[in-house]
């Protein structure tokens, strides 16, 4: 071709000239302009400390805590911010994002970061982690966001983000970890989303998110668990979903889908959780269902299914949960559930099932629950339920059940509940029930037992609340129910009995005396006769409790006197003056409770009197003086003014309170209500016989007309939430310090599960209620809600305790046991060596996994070799104090040894090794 020809001639200036006429390459801001910005927003922040090490006079790539670099286009450039759990405290909005755009990663999850997520963030393109989670950010999502396409994990869950999830996100094409759950989102889920088709990990449940589930989700296929519980969606569950075959959790609950189950789920055969409970679901139980070979909970209560339930989720081997209550289902129960040997919970109750109870029910040995209540069901209880070794928990109230109760219900040592209540049953009550140390609730209420009440029912030493009423119980109440010929103490736990409406005769033991826990007792509507047994909650007790018996007298209100009690005229004088007494002092008497530590107080103030040092101390001085107590007191806090206030709980303030003598103690006043009135007698009753290092003392209480306060030891400290919340103070507790805390409530909750006279569940471990001293001593404090095991109200319905610390089988179970402590205790563990409440990494499908490194807070340096070993050893206990089931889960007192072992050698390994944790996920 010709060297001069047109064509040769035109290429060259066209090239020279789009390369004149195109917009210049946008300049990489230099690592002085990046380190800047970064500097200004540190600014902004209320929480310096995390970040000293930024200074413009150190080289942000080498010595800038959470900084990472490296090299792009021959430049050395910030590439990664971790400032995961620092608590930083400030907004978002301020950090300019455009002077970084060669960030690779931005993780400053779990803090306290406020503002809406910047637009400007839009300008980084390289971008492939964005980790926002759990902080207080809000506004809206940004449409810019759509512009991040090489991001492949966006977690923006548990803040405050409202509107909705923009369209934009269906741009990120490479995306495979998507999480917004627990904010405010609303309106319906964007169609885009179903172009993501790398995605792995859907998670929006925690929204307000309405309108129907998009049909193209089904194009996911790599999805492996799809999450859109707790939202406001309708309309029907999309048969496309049956695509997922990857799906290992689909959870779809507490929404207001409608229309019936799709048959083709049957295809996710990799499913472990299927979750569609409280929807408005119709329809059958799909056959298909029993395809599903892997799945380990199956939770489809709380609809309106209908028809049988299929015998083929007797395939379902691996199956541990399966929650079929509050439907309309009908037919038989299938024999073939009992080929589910793995099974824990099975709860049918609530629906309109007749027929008998399967005997091969009995080969469920691992069953901790069986829920039948509230049916139709007929025929005899199977004797060979007496199999279920494992069972906690027995409900088949309200059916149509006849024959005898089964002696081998004796067997099963681990029952701590029997509601046998409105069914047709006839017959003896077993002796053999008198076997069970564990039983605390016993209702046989409104059936046709008949016979006396078996004396060998003493030996349930554990029973709160016995219910025996509308039967036809005859002869007199046994005098042996406390008197026992074994080592156990008999019936003295007992706090609610109900033997109403029988042919009970005879009078009452003088032996019921020794219930000292008894709260209510109803013997109406008997041929009972004599004295009520003196029993001081019974002078106010209702004559409604006694009614239509032959002649019962005594000093309840409303009942005639007894001519016993009439001779005695002085014993009746006493209460006259007692009450004048009383009235003339206005108050109660501040209880000095701790009468050992006030005499060593008082030996020790003597010593330091002759030796010349020291003031007297005020509990050598009070001498149980309540009113100059008293006073004192009210000085101290000035009328407990809010400026000596320290702290607020659900039913009381804390007040610091400096006594004229030097000592300062801490004095929880108690709110005016019924419910806190019961409170603070629980926390008396437990804290009086209660001693130990590591538990808050209590020094004494004033139980007023129109007050009522505790008096504490005063913890220096504080909470050691309050010490996590700040940087310096949390850098103060270092590795070891946290282990001794650790060991701290570990010897505390082993003490009162396992040394008390009755076990005590404290049911509130948390962070704020661990309690520091000047020696990082920790101690247990708040037992308002306490549970004194055998003497606990017999209604245990209400859930108490703070959210993110309760035991999983608190959602589907009212009894409260020693193991929910030792789940509350796992969270605190994890807490504590994160820095922060670990939130969303329980909140995994079916197992949290992380290196030991990764969980552990970054404000402090890594530890050495063997002190890593130490806290290697107590996370892996945290681990199995966190398994979902309570029965696999230590003691304390196992947890104390796990401690003490030596079998792991320092290796600094351990840093990476895996910490896997089995959640709960229904």
């Known amino acids: 071709m010709d060297p001069l020809s047109p064509l040769n001639l035109v290429l060259p200036l066209a090239i020279l000239l789009s390369s004149l006429l195109a917009p210049p390459a946008i300049a990489m801001p230099s690592i002085e302009e990046q380190a800047g910005a970064l500097i200004a927003w540190k600014a902004t922040l209320q929480t310096h400390e995390p970040l000293q090490s930024w200074d413009r006079k150190a080289w942000p790539c080498h010595s800038w805590r959470g900084i990472g670099c490296g090299a792009r286009q021959g430049k050395l450039v910030i590439t990664k911010i971790s400032l995961r759990g620092m608590r930083l405290r400030g907004s978002l909005e301020v950090l300019n994002f455009s002077a970084l755009t060669m960030l690779t990663s931005v993780d400053l999850s779990h803090n306290k970061l406020t503002g809406r997520i910047p637009w400007s963030g839009a300008s980084l393109k390289e971008l492939r982690s964005l980790l926002l989670q759990n902080n207080n950010l809000s506004g809206y999502i940004p449409e810019q966001i759509g512009n991040l396409v090489k991001l492949r994990s966006m977690k923006l869950n548990s803040n405050r983000l409202s509107g909705c999830i923009p369209q934009e996100v269906g741009n990120l094409a490479i995306l495979e970890d998507l999480r917004l759950g627990i904010n405010k989102l609303s309106s319906s889920i964007s169609n885009s989303i179903g172009n993501l088709a790398k995605l792995s990990v859907l998670i929006l449940w925690g929204n307000q998110l309405s309108g129907h589930i998009p049909n193209n989700l089904g194009n996911l296929t790599k999805l492996s668990l799809l999450d859109l519980c707790h939202n406001q969606l309708s309309g029907h569950i999309p048969q496309e979903l049956g695509y997922l075959v990857n799906l290992k959790g689909l959870r779809l609950c507490d929404n207001m889908l409608s229309g019936s189950i799709p048959n083709n789920l049957e295809n996710l055969t990799k499913l472990t959780v299927l979750s569609l409970y409280k929807n408005q679901l119709s329809g059958h139980i799909p056959q298909e269902l029993g395809y599903l070979v892997n799945l380990k909970n199956l939770s489809l209560y709380s609809n309106n299914l209908i028809g049988l339930i299929p015998s083929s989720l007797g395939n379902l081997s691996k199956l541990s949960h399966l929650f079929l209550w509050h439907n309309q289902l009908s037919g038989h129960i299938s024999q073939e559930l009992g080929k589910l040997v793995n099974l824990e919970n099975l709860d049918l109750s609530k629906n309109m099932l007749i027929g008998s109870i399967p005997n091969s029910l009995g080969n469920l040995t691992k069953l901790s629950n069986l829920l039948l209540w509230s049916n139709k069901l007929s025929g005899h209880i199977p004797k060979e339920l007496g199999n279920l070794v494992n069972l906690n928990n027995l409900s088949l109230a309200d059916n149509n059940l006849t024959g005898s109760i089964p002696n081998s219900l004796g067997n099963l040592n681990k029952l701590y509940s029997i509601n046998l209540v409105s069914n047709q049953l006839s017959g003896f009550i077993p002796q053999e029930l008198g076997n069970l140390v564990n039983l605390e609730f016993l209702e046989i209420s409104l059936n046709n037992l008949s016979g006396e009440l078996p004396s060998g029912l003493c030996a349930a030493s554990r029973l709160q609340n016995f219910t025996a009423d509308h039967n ?322 017999s209604n245990c319905t209400k859930l108490a305790g703070t959210k993110g610390y309760l035991a999983p089988e608190l959602a589907y179970t009212t009894r409260v046991t020693e193991k929910c402590d030792v789940y509350s205790f796992g969270v605190l563990v994890f807490e504590l060596f994160m820095g922060c409440h670990p939130g969303d990494f329980l909140l995994s499908l079916s197992m949290a996994k992380e290196t030991l490194k990764d969980l552990l807070d970054a404000r402090l340096p890594l530890p050495e070799t063997e002190t890593t070993s130490e806290i290697f050893r107590v996370i892996m206990a945290a681990v199995q104090c966190l398994d979902p089931n309570p029965l696999h889960r230590p003691t304390m007192l196992h947890v104390t040894r796990m401690f003490s072992t030596a079998e792991v050698h320092g290796n600094r390994d351990h840093l990476h090794a895996d910490i896997i944790i089995p959640v709960f996920y229904q």
Request: net charge neutral; glycine share 8%; with cysteine.
């Open 472 to 793: 036809s119980l005859v002869g007199p109440l046994p005098t042996s129910l406390l008197n026992c010929k074994t080592l156990l103490s008999g019936l003295n736990m007992l706090e609610a009995l109900n033997l109403s409406h029988n042919t009970l005769n005879g009078s009452i033991p003088p032996s019921f005396k020794g219930m000292i826990s008894l709260s209510s007792m109803d013997v109406s509507y008997n041929n009972l006769e004599g004295p009520v047994p003196h029993i001081k909650f019974l002078e106010e007790a209702p004559v409604e409790w006694f009614v239509h018996n032959k002649h019962l007298c005594g000093t309840v209100k409303a009942l005639p006197p007894c001519n016993l009690i009439q001779k005695g005229g002085k014993g009746k004088k006493f209460g006259p003056i007692l009450l004048g007494v009383a009235a003339a002092a206005g108050i109660s008497v501040l209880f000095i409770t701790a009468l050992v530590t006030w005499q060593r107080r008082k030996m020790k103030s003597e010593e330091q009197s002759e030796n010349g040092a020291g003031n007297t101390k005020v509990f050598s001085v009070w001498n149980f003086d309540g009113g100059d107590v008293y006073k004192q007191i009210f000085e101290a806090t000035e009328n407990f003014n809010g400026t000596h206030c320290i702290g607020m709980g659900g039913n009381g303030s804390v007040y610091r309170a400096q006594l004229p003598t030097g000592e300062i103690f801490a004095v929880k006043k108690i709110h005016m209500t019924e419910d806190d009135e019961l409170i603070f007698k629980r926390e008396v009753d437990a804290l009086m016989s209660i001693r130990h290092r590591n538990i808050v003392k209590l020094f004494g209480y004033c139980s007023a007309v129109h007050v009522k306060f505790l008096v504490y030891e005063y913890m220096d400290r504080g909470s050691l939430s309050r010490y996590l919340e700040n940087h310096n103070t949390a850098i103060e507790l270092d590795w070891m310090r946290r282990i001794n805390i650790v060991k701290d409530v570990d010897n505390a909750l082993s003490y009162i599960h396992h040394d008390c006279f009755a076990p005590i569940v404290h049911r509130d471990i948390t962070s704020n209620n661990i309690l520091l001293d000047l020696e990082f001593r920790a101690c247990i404090s708040d037992f308002g809600i306490a549970k004194i095991l055998d003497v606990e109200a």
